[in-house]
């Protein structure tokens, strides 16, 4: 028998292959918290006082699906 994974409140994180500027992530992926599905990006970055660190961010699945859509309300 199978059971069915529950992904909720987890995500993975891989290594940006795809990176050719410095304002790419250096890891992307995805994340769900809550039952909502996002786009997570992380970059390594330092600083003096903390030291090495991740910064990240997330991006709704949905915004970037309508964004790609384009913007042509009315295709008729």
């Known amino acids: 028998m199978s059971k069915e994974y ?3 409140n ?3 994180l891989f290594r940006n292959d795809r990176k050719e500027k410095e304002t790419q992530p250096d890891l992307r992926g995805k994340i769900n918290v ?6 997570i990006s992380a970059w ?3 600083s003096d006082k903390a030291g090495k660190y991740m910064s990240l961010a997330l991006t709704p699945v949905e915004e970037k699906a ?3 859509a384009g913007s042509d309300e009315n295709p008729f």
Not at 34 to 39: I, M, Q
């Open 6 to 8: 529950d992904n909720t």
């Open 10 to 12: 987890s995500g993975a």
């Open 34 to 39: 809550d039952g909502k599905d996002f786009y």
């Open 44 to 46: 390594s970055k330092q």
């Open 66 to 68: 309508t964004a790609s």
